[in-house]
């Protein structure tokens, strides 16, 4: 019998954390394993398959949560390939990623292993310097570029005017082409080809039980904010792939997006992959008045980037979401308001979460029934031990208040956080009152690998001069602790 291999032009991979990850025995899959895709990477597999090519997506952790004895290496045995695109987006990939190139590449020698995504592209240099396997990366936003990139292979022709590409030529130098491709509309991209990625229902199903959401729904690219620990903030996009502005896309464009998904997938819910603030209102208004004419049986959450968020946006996310599976969530990460005016100062003077405003947000997911999360941590720069204490009793305040009924909605929420390379506080520590732990990608990828999963995010890369890192994990637990009842009482449960 004569066996063929299916072919493609280009197998996108999304990597694990670790790839044989610990989860002890009969031990659920927990939310540090990372299964979402980032949000390009439909939109890039979509625009190669139009351009003729032969595209394939796998989610290495969702094979792997589906088939514990799932190997990749018994996958790649049955296709063959040019072009292997790796997403290593966010940070804790920054070892999954490199395993998987170098399985990838024993099983297809001759295969090319191209990375991208903001922390590979952050990095270039350095993975290009250290691993071998991998043979180029794409910086910054990726779909012309790689359709160019795949194109270029196929043809064997020079990579040199392959925009955004960092690469190592046939004498193994290395090369790095200028940073010219930004996207300026995102309206001829579609987000939603999901037959091309391998057990798409199972990706939804679970990203739900092990994430808390289904899918992250594409509203735009950039942001106008520089929060401290962010690296998709303005100034860091703008390093990382020369996007000078926000872009967003046009309403009915995503109207298409959630019929397409709601069509497909049985889903409870859409997380908006954008935030409210004031430039944006009206956008969303006008998202929220087209998606009631519809009749989606669907919840949305939705993230407030800046306040004010005023009372007729809660009634118009009232009107638009059932009660069951919405929220809107708030990150002041702190109550502190010396410590959001010292960060204003710093890098972002629309850092600013003032009490009353906190309070009327409060209000109003009463007065709404609508769940609303506000996001605190510990180790946040310049707080010190008396701003922790006050946002403890914040906290337990709100928990005593609206934590034991199911019929106020506010949840404290929080977990320790990492510096995300490009960020404000990553590109310049000292200002912050903060110092790094790690300081190469090789370090980073080691760090990764030794970092076991946990439900409870431990992946702190950094210390502050009133918390070590241990204190910032502890204090964090604890504050966790104290306020799960709310947790545990709002949002999912309930109904109109
Ligand atoms: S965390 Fe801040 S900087 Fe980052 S995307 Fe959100 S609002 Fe923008």
Redesign the pocket.
């Given at each position: 019998m004569v066996f063929y291999l299916k072919k493609y032009d280009l197998l996108l991979i999304h990597p694990p954390r670790v790839l044989r990850p610990d989860y002890r025995k009969n031990a659920k899959f927990i939310r540090g394993t990372f299964l979402f895709l980032p949000m390009g990477v439909f939109a890039i597999a979509d625009l190669l398959e139009k351009e003729g090519f032969g595209v394939k997506i796998l989610n290495y952790p969702l094979e792997q949560y589906l088939n514990r004895n799932w190997k990749l290496t018994n996958f790649l045995k049955n296709i063959d390939f040019k072009v292997c695109g790796l997403d290593l987006h966010w940070i804790h990939n920054a070892h999954g990623a490199i395993e998987v190139a170098k399985i990838v590449k024993k099983a297809n020698p001759n295969s090319k292993v191209v990375l991208g995504g903001y922390s590979a592209s952050y990095y270039h240099y350095q993975i290009l310097k250290y691993y071998e396997d991998i043979d180029a990366i794409i910086r910054g936003e990726g779909e012309i570029p790689l359709l160019k990139y795949v194109q270029c292979i196929k043809k064997n022709q020079s990579l040199e005017n392959v925009p955004n590409l960092s690469y190592r030529d046939s004498s193994k130098h290395i090369k790095i082409n200028s940073l010219t491709y930004t996207a300026k509309t995102l309206d001829n991209l579609n987000f939603t080809n999901f037959s091309l990625l391998e057990n798409a229902k199972q990706y939804f199903e679970s990203s739900r039980q092990m994430m808390g959401i289904s899918f992250n729904l594409p509203i735009g690219r950039g942001?106008?904010?520089?929060?401290p620990y962010?690296g998709?903030?303005?100034r860091?996009q703008k390093i990382l792939s020369g996007r000078e502005n926000v872009i967003l896309r046009k309403p009915e464009k995503i109207i298409d997006d959630i019929s397409s998904i709601s069509n497909n997938f049985k889903i409870p819910s859409i997380f908006f992959g954008h935030?409210t603030y004031p430039a944006t209102l009206k956008y969303w208004k006008r998202l929220f008045g087209l998606i009631q004419k519809e009749d989606f049986d669907i919840g949305g959450d939705l993230?407030i980037?800046?306040l004010p968020f005023p009372k007729d946006m809660w009634n118009a996310f009232y009107k638009t979401f059932p009660r069951r599976y919405s929220s809107l969530s708030i990150?002041p990460r702190t109550m502190s308001s010396r410590v959001h005016q010292k960060i204003a100062k710093l890098c972002?003077p629309t850092f600013n979460f003032p009490k009353k405003q906190i309070n009327d947000l409060i209000k109003n997911a009463n007065l709404y029934r609508r769940t609303l999360r506000i996001w605190l941590t510990v180790g946040f720069p310049f707080q010190t031990h008396l701003d922790i204490q006050k946002d403890f009793i914040f906290a337990l305040k709100c928990q005593l208040k609206y934590g034991k009924s199911s019929s106020k909605p506010i949840t404290i929420m929080n977990e320790p956080y990492h510096v995300f390379p490009g960020s404000p506080a990553h590109e310049s520590p000292e200002k912050f009152g903060l110092k790094l732990t790690l300081n190469s990608f090789p370090q980073i990828s080691e760090f990764f690998k030794r970092t076991k999963i946990s439900f409870f995010y431990n992946a702190i890369n950094y210390e502050t001069s009133n918390f070590s890192k241990m204190s910032i994990r502890n204090a964090n637990m604890l504050l966790f602790l104290s306020t799960i009842l709310t947790s545990l009482t709002t949002g999912s449960n309930l109904s109109d």
């Open positions: 942001c106008p904010f520089n929060c962010c998709g903030g303005q860091a935030g993230e980037w800046r990150s972002d």
